[in-house]
């Protein structure tokens, strides 16, 4: 139970600091303005979609993904980050075009994933 309550507050703390990707090389972060602005699909459309992977053997790191979806294209792309949860530090884990998800995490912390139907393995 500890590790789920670790493992949630993470991924609220992910999605709240690096989340969002950017798209074409233009950041996704638009200023904020003082007065509230009503929530519409496209906003809504414009931000990652973040899910929990995995949690690596030590308990020390969490694996999620962001996804961003293009409406226009129909199109989706997924990458897969990685965040310290004794210090916020994170980056990273994939950048091939597509969508990657985790299938497992082992002992020796080497991350399995699924890419373009094919397994992979990082060290």
């Excluded at 509230?36 to 030590?58: C, F, H, K, M, Y």
Aim: hydrophobic share 35%; net charge neutral.
């Amino acid at each position: 139970m500890k590790k789920l309550t670790i493992f949630t507050l993470a991924i609220m703390a992910c999605n709240l600091s690096n989340a969002q990707e950017s798209k074409g090389g233009k950041s996704n972060v638009k200023m904020v303005t003082e007065t509230p602005q009503p929530i519409n699909p496209s906003t809504l459309w414009d931000l990652g979609r973040v899910s929990a992977e995995g949690l690596s053997s030590d308990g020390k790191t969490l694996l999620y993904g962001v996804s961003n979806y293009n409406p226009e294209s129909n199109t989706s792309e997924r990458n897969l980050y990685t965040i310290s949860l004794a210090n916020g530090a994170g980056g990273q884990f994939t950048d091939q075009k597509g969508g990657e998800a985790v299938v497992q995490i082992e002992q020796n912390g080497d991350v399995i994933y699924l890419s373009k139907g094919h397994l992979w393995k990082k060290i």
